[in-house]
């Protein structure tokens, strides 16, 4: 076999261990859509990739800070996409019915069965998502090496749909590193049927 | 390794290496002194010497350097429970089986809501919350620890590795298969101790381990029918979930490697029936494992909810509810069950847990929220402000004040 | 929430298919300003020697382990030596055991941030577009922890598997034919990285992946270190 098969069939392993197979694209710091309702106005440029319900924004790497935007969540989706079938069933499952309790434990729930440990809830308050009454809580986990996370959800109900920004990064320096980015693009979020009805 | 752990589909491929095992011959040393003994009258003879050191150019000590480095990796996971007391005893109990091993073997008790306990080849044993949950006395932990060090002083792993090396292709595609899979909170280990690791251990070698659990037991003045209760317990659960028709996918190939949970109780009572003194051995030790499990089992609980395995979960705290130690905390765990799982009749049978919890005194803080959470979705909204405004009050410093003072807002 | 852990492993094998042996990225010629007190701390050097048995399986070896630990360490002492540093050793036993201490912390994060060069520094369907022209990793401020308590300038992370064919390659060749990948006898891969202990920065990196070499000798043991500290700054 020659070289470049060789590396290609490597690549194809990788693609389908990483269960996608997205490059990344450039975020350039002026306003995006994400999905069909959301819009956002970062003050940096970012790497992004999409998937199914998601878009995930990185500036260093997923493993040292990653920005997950959801382009609205519906009844039955979930927060996450395991490649493991079986503990993907253990998902729980978005519902537009949910509590801000409900929804804190949803969220929640999804980190720890995506295999992270050592969750810690921290602060949980309301506050306006895209003019809307939404929600922010911080938490604190590890990933499956020890290393300390922190990370916050901030999002909304609307029109059925949940509306969820995640960040998260390593305690030590990355989820600092553009934290201040990150709340002042969500300061700028906007959902575009609210603009287009009012 | 005991566990009952969902692990990789790939393990399907280990059916076709049954039956390799080798069997040992070579000195044999006394438990109970670390002297070389004679196998063939001792039936607790080790096969690894007190203190052993293997030579650097042994595949032993190629083993022990791979878990050597996965202990590094584990013990800074920030999954170990520091607590002294907990640490003291089970340490304290595992010396008391390995005698003279005492020494090379290092316990930690790892945060995991899975029953499962390990033991490496070089000494470092892993036993789990989720394991802790379920036993339910010092002779149950006794049993399992002593099974655990069965596989130790009878160097199972070194045994299993020599057969995986002999093994040919079968394996290449095993390790292939496992690489993207990781081993859990364990971390990633070299492929070959992954490999030890995914591919536990052989029936037989599980048969000797039950074997070893069961005489340390009564070595040990405890009632060895205890080994085959953990079993029977198990098996209670696996019911459940599989009328629940939440069974774990691998589970059935996970067993087609193992020896079956009847097999292994069953076999652990006709052992049990078979010891001459047995009427004396009635030592279960319940209240000093209580003493030391009890005041952290919340904590173990809450994890083993995080899983949302609903119908183990509802087994196992029905059992534990019959053993009536600090109820409250169960009836408000049962009740957090039946709130998420939220099937048809859930939030009354919810409402009803959280009503027994507080009936039985002093529940954890978090049931008066619950409580607003399930008078909310009744409709009972008077009920739900008094019950949110109870949980201020009994954790003014909680993470969620705000948020609960918000939804007493909505509420007026 | 993350790319998949197995990926990493299966990057670094696409890499021996990749022509060159050695790749490495920097974002400085000169580490020294000062010619006193010059060192470089090494951090716990993370090197197996493993055979490769006729099923595929790596069995780890520790006599070869421990020799090529030792044949590195006397290589590396000599490198630094060249622009008169000195290598002192990161002594695990006295380092801080809780896991949420800076120490304990920052070697993880290093496994974070080495891995995230790997994925998206030298497996070019991953790469960043922010990071195309730049080389920006850090590990932040908290090595100051570090540079205090061992009075180092630098810190020198290493991480090596090596592995040798045992007779036999019908395995390796069913794992190449499945993976894509020839594996001829033995493999080594490896990294290394510099860091600022003043400012945290990653300064140096560089990646090691080829189908020969022998660390089990020290002829072979200086010579795979040489390689994997390529463009080494002065
Ligand atoms: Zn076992």
Redesign the pocket.
Known sequence: MTAQILARLAFLCVCFLAAGCQTYSLVQPARVTVGDKLSIEPDIAWNKRSIENAEIWTVDGEALQALHLYKGLEDGDTLFVLTNSEKQEKMPQYSKTMSLLELREFIEASIVQSGFTNLKSLKFKPTKFADKDGFRFEFTFSNTNGLRELGFAAGAQSGDRLYLVLYRGAKLHYYGKYLKNVEDMIRSVQLAWASAIL | ??AVRQIGCAIAVLGMLGGCVTTQSGPTYSVSTGKPTAAADDKLAATLKPGAKPALNTDDAGLRMMYDKAEGKFKTSGNVVRDPEINRYVSGLVCKVAGPYCADIRVYVIRAPYFNATMGPNGAMQVWTGLLLRTRNEAQLMAVLG??IG?YLRQHSLERMRTAVNTSNALAFFQLATAGAGVGIVGAMGSLVALAQLTA?SRDQ?RE?DRFGHLFLVKHGYDPREAARIWGQLIEEQDAEKEEGEEEETRSVFLASHPLPDERRDTLWELADEVEVREKLTKINEEVYNAVFLPHRRMFLRDELNLRRFARFETLLEMLIEDGKQVAELHYFRGELYRLRNDVGDVERAEKEYELAVEAGDPPGEIHRSMGQIHQKLGKMDAAKGAFQRYLKAKPNAEDVDIIRHIIGKLS | MSLQRGMLWLVVVGLLVSGCQTISLGTREHLWTDSNNRRVLLMPADIELSVLNAGGVTEPNAAWTEKAKKLAFESLQEKMGETSATLVSYDEKSANPDPDSDEVQLLKLHQAVGGSIMLHKFFAPLALPTKKESFDWTLGPAVATLREKHAADYGLFVFIRDSYASGGRAAAIFIGAVLGVGIQGGTQVGFASLVDLKSGEIVWFNRLARGQGDMRNEKGATETIALLLNNFPK
Do not use: T
Request: charged share 25%; proline share 0%.
């Open positions: 390794m005991i099974h655990e596989h251990y599980e381990a």
